[in-house]
């Protein structure tokens, strides 16, 4: 078979990758193309046309040979013959478009009926060229196909940058760890159509996180995965050259990994996974390395907020110690309206999330008195008018001193709140009813009850039956019915249980 071939006068340049940055335009590694023919001839001529053209070439005898050479190295175009021995043209076609979908593929066919076409395009062929050809018009062909190609790859790209120009306004709103790293999921789950997804930090002072639904975690990684500093893409027994082979990863038919880098420093790694259907193709890679770079600088900064509030949370939990040490009459005071609130919300059966809030809510209550001088907090006769106002203030100093740190945004409520009075006669804002915060009513009747039965620099303690007798005085005016009626219910089962324990608590 002797193709009519006329070689052009000049090789077009190579191509050249659009211009994304204020720098020069770099030039792209040439394309690759396959040659798979069982005539040694058509596979020579077409080599040496294609790399004329300033291609790079590789040639196959058949189509089991030709899926081995994708295996081992990065294609763009695959040109096949139609009729071949052990695996054909169609057969490819089907493989390359399960296997390799970003492959562009053309078929040569001498059998150029319409069914063979139509057979060839429902397979996956960009288009198909008859034998005897000429070779300008496969170069034209080709040239379509990669161009093809490059546009498909602009619109991956495209579809990237807009996926993180709205993961990163997301990010820009968030500073926790947590919800930091379930956006990152969220968008490679969506965007890389991914069965599974996850990310696994490096383990650090903030312990191993790990967040997404595959689960995955540091202990599924390989040796080589926690080595890699390059994205990967492996499919069937290849995956578990990254991840450990368990019951949870041996249904994983195509693995995407990027490591998340920050500052030169591997912060972790994004995991994608899917269970069978079509592999990850190359556009994959580049959204999973697109995501993964701005995702690390989140996980970076979220990981460094972390460190700053955990340091303001010691510093507040020392700002609470040194608060009862500056009033020795309320030495155990918060941890003791803490346990009070705790169990009146665990009785009003408030949800265990809503409860543990409340519990270090009642911790923090009084954390605006560190602005009282301590002659005010242990004076043993009554306060001046002026003396009355600056502890009247104290919950909105408790607010203003909390109010910049995330972390204790959900106490808040609870720390302005807790002299309001049922009857709207409280301070500082004078609300009344149901416009008080729950946690801040809840608290309210904790904070009385052990104020009255702790002895205080003015008198000594109540006895508890004259207490809950005072408490129920001032159900509907100072506190909300309902909670004063939750608490006597479990205040008492408080100090049964005390009893029981042997443990001290108010007579």
Request: charged share 30%; glycine share 8%.
């Amino acid at each position: 078979m002797n193709p009519d071939a006329t070689p052009p006068d000049r090789a077009p340049d190579p191509p050249v990758a659009p211009d994304r940055s204020d720098g020069p335009a770099e030039v792209a590694p040439p394309c690759r193309v396959m040659v798979v023919d069982d005539e040694e001839v058509i596979r020579e001529i077409l080599s040496d046309f294609l790399t004329m053209e300033g291609f790079q070439v590789i040639t196959a005898c058949d189509g089991e040979h030709a899926l081995e050479q994708l295996d081992a190295h990065p294609i763009n175009l695959v040109i096949s013959d139609l009729k071949m021995p052990r695996m054909g043209g169609l057969e490819l076609l089907a493989n390359v478009r399960e296997i390799h979908p970003e492959v562009v593929t053309l078929i040569m066919t001498g059998y150029g009926t319409v069914e063979t076409a139509i057979e060839a395009m429902k397979r996956g062929a960009f288009d198909y060229v008859l034998k005897p050809f000429k070779v300008e018009e496969v170069m034209h062909t080709v040239r379509r196909g990669i161009e093809q190609q490059r546009l498909r790859a602009e619109n991956i790209e495209l579809k990237a940058a807009l996926s993180l120009y709205r993961l990163a306004g997301r990010l820009g709103e968030e500073v926790e760890l947590g919800p930091t790293l379930d956006l990152i999921v969220d968008t490679v789950r969506t965007q890389t159509r991914a069965d599974r997804t996850g990310v696994i930090l490096v383990p650090s002072e903030h312990g191993a996180w790990e967040a997404g639904d595959a689960p995955f975690t540091q202990h599924d990684l390989t040796p080589r995965a926690r080595q890699a500093t390059e994205p990967v893409i492996a499919r069937n027994r290849r995956v578990f050259d990254w991840l450990v082979e368990a019951p949870h990863t041996e249904d994983i038919t195509s693995l995407l990994m990027v490591p998340l880098v920050s500052r030169g420093a591997r912060v972790g790694t994004l995991v994608a996974a899917r269970d069978g259907g079509r592999p990850f193709a190359e556009g994959a890679r580049k959204l999973g390395t697109i995501i993964a770079d701005r995702a690390a600088a989140a996980v970076a900064n979220a990981q460094l907020f972390e460190t700053l509030e955990a340091t303001f949370r010691t510093t507040i939990e020392a700002f609470v110690t040194a608060l009862e040490d500056k009033d020795r009459y309320t030495a155990g005071h918060s941890e003791r309206v803490a346990d009070f609130a705790r169990v009146t919300a665990e009785e009003m059966g408030l949800p265990p999330a809503e409860v543990e809030l409340i519990h270090q809510a009642g911790r923090l209550h009084d954390i605006g008195k560190l602005t009282l001088r301590s002659e005010e907090l242990n004076k043993p006769g009554p306060l001046t008018d002026e003396e009355y106002e600056r502890f009247k203030a104290h919950p909105r100093y408790g607010e203003e001193l909390l109010g910049p740190i995330p972390t204790f945004r959900d106490v808040i409520p609870a720390v302005g709140g807790h002299h309001e009075r049922w009857d709207g006669k409280g301070y500082p804002r004078g609300i009344a009813g149901l416009e008080i915060p729950l946690m801040a009513r809840i608290m309210a009747v904790a904070d009385t009850y052990d104020a009255m039965t702790s002895h205080r620099a003015y008198r000594s303690a109540l006895a508890h039956s004259k207490a809950v007798a005072e408490l129920k005085r001032c159900r509907g005016t100072q506190f909300d019915p309902d909670i004063v009626d939750a608490f006597l219910v479990a205040i008492e089962k408080w100090r049964d249980q005390r009893e029981a324990e042997g443990r001290e608590y108010p007579r």
